[in-house]
């Protein structure tokens, strides 16, 4: 069975705060992915990395930056967290077939 | 930019009840349309999936079509049931996920 975690469920920060977000995934998997969500609106890709150093920008990256420094670890970071990012945070991961697996989600509220 | 829209956005019905759920993308080289489904607070689950190379797949009770002629598939619920409330979301791709805004379906005993 295909298992991504992510590094909390619950996390309050404060504006301005520098906010890691961490996604660890056990299948080898080559891509991964960062979403948030948000009502109304659906899963919005902000991130996604297809090896190991590389990313690319998806829909909403501004705010937002990634790192990719092995394989199994993709973490989601908020340079000065502001309170439009408050949201749900979705860590997806997949292999060579379509089929993505997702994390249990983060819920960031930004004070 | 590519898109994917997603009806309607809230569905009840009664159990035994049918739920069809439709989508459209904008993107004519997608060739993958998956539906996950989302239980409150519980992440989201692949549940069916289809190429572009195919027009119809069903499981069990759930059923997904595709007319990629239109650029719109569906997903249809048969004799539906509670466990089946959940928010269903669409997706289309070519080399990244799209997803559609979601459907909340309401299954009421």
């Known amino acids: 069975d295909v298992k991504v975690t992510q590094s909390s469920r619950y996390l309050v920060k404060r504006t301005g705060e520098k906010v890691f977000l961490e996604c660890v995934q056990d299948?080898?998997?080559?891509?991964m992915f960062w979403y948030r969500q948000d009502p109304g609106l659906g899963l919005r890709l902000i991130y996604f990395s297809y090896d190991v150093k590389m990313k690319e920008k998806g829909d909403i990256p501004e705010g937002y930056s990634v790192s990719r420094e092995k394989k199994e670890r993709f973490s989601l970071i908020l340079e000065s967290a502001s309170t439009n990012q408050t949201s749900m945070y979705l860590c997806a991961s997949r292999s060579t077939t379509p089929g993505q697996y997702f994390g249990p989600g983060t819920r960031l509220t930004v004070l | 930019g590519e898109n994917v829209e997603q009806h309607p956005s809230t569905l009840s019905v009664q159990e035994g009840d049918s739920a069809v759920i439709k989508c459209t993308y904008s993107?004519?080289?997608?060739?993958?349309f998956p539906w996950y489904k989302q239980e409150l607070g519980k992440r989201p689950q692949l549940i069916i999936d289809i190429r572009s190379n195919v027009g119809e797949k069903k499981d069990q009770r759930i059923a997904v079509t595709l007319n990629k002629t239109a650029k719109h598939f569906s997903l249809h619920i048969t004799e539906t049931q509670p466990e089946d409330s959940a928010v269903y979301f669409c997706a289309a791709t070519y080399n990244k996920l799209i997803f559609g805004a979601g459907t909340r379906l309401a299954v009421h005993p």
């Open positions: 299948m080898d998997h080559e891509n």
């Open positions: 993107d004519s080289a997608s060739n993958y």
